[in-house]
């Protein structure tokens, strides 16, 4: 039996997991994904290669069912590597789901972006710098997301994202779930956290 099965996962998911050859979670993984799924906010302090991008896209991927008009997850990631990174790995895990993702960054063209974000789009991973850029627009909307994840946080504070960290998360709803993730937890992550994230675990 693949150990995934026991963390609550969608049979969607758990069949790209299978085919990708994933058959234990790791320890991110499989502390995390069970406390998100009780609808808790959670910061989780992981360095890259721990497999937290497949710890949040599970949970998207899991408890994100329908299409909608506007965009349900956000995911916020301080570079247009990682960020290109996150969208690949989304693409492979949600073969079978009909959700649509697009992927934003600086450095390429806007209205490739803008098109395929008007086409409709469930789950939006991208750089803050971008993200507002795209938000200034009106192209996209926060008022449907009920996820945002901050990926690699200190890394984005570090380059000096803290703005649109705050301007995101301060005109998100209320009622969303945010999944913070960093290497350090500085002095700076501690108060997004206690600003921003609720009951967290």
């Known amino acids: 039996m ?7 996962l969608s049979e969607e998911l758990l069949k790209s997991i299978n085919e990708l050859g994933f058959e234990k979670p790791t320890p991110i993984q499989e502390n995390i994904i069970p406390v998100i799924l009780e609808g808790y906010d959670v910061i989780g302090q992981a360095q890259t290669g721990t497999g937290k ?38 693409k492979k895990l949600g073969k079978y ?17 803008i098109k395929s974000i008007k086409k409709g789009v469930d789950i939006v991973v991208g750089t803050p710098g971008r993200m507002m850029d795209l938000m200034r627009r009106k192209v ?16 984005m504070l570090n380059m000096g994202f ?10 998100v709803p ?14 700076e992550i501690a108060r997004i956290s206690k600003k921003y994230l609720r009951d967290a675990k």
Do not use: W
């Open 2 to 8: 693949n150990k995934f099965e026991k963390l609550g």
């Open 53 to 90: 991008t497949l710890a949040f896209s599970s949970i998207l991927l899991t408890n994100l069912k329908e299409r909608k008009k506007k965009p349900q997850a956000y995911i916020l990631s301080p570079t247009r590597e990682l960020t290109m990174q996150i969208h690949e790995e989304l």
């Open 97 to 113: 789901s009909s959700l649509r993702f697009a992927c934003v960054y600086g450095g390429s063209g806007i209205e490739k972006q």
């Open 140 to 155: 996209l909307q926060l008022d449907e997301v009920s996820y945002v994840v901050l990926d690699e946080a200190d890394e």
């Open 162 to 171: 803290t703005d649109s960290i705050n301007a995101i998360l301060a005109d």
């Open 174 to 187: 209320q009622e969303r779930n945010t999944l913070l993730f960093s290497a350090t937890m500085s002095p």
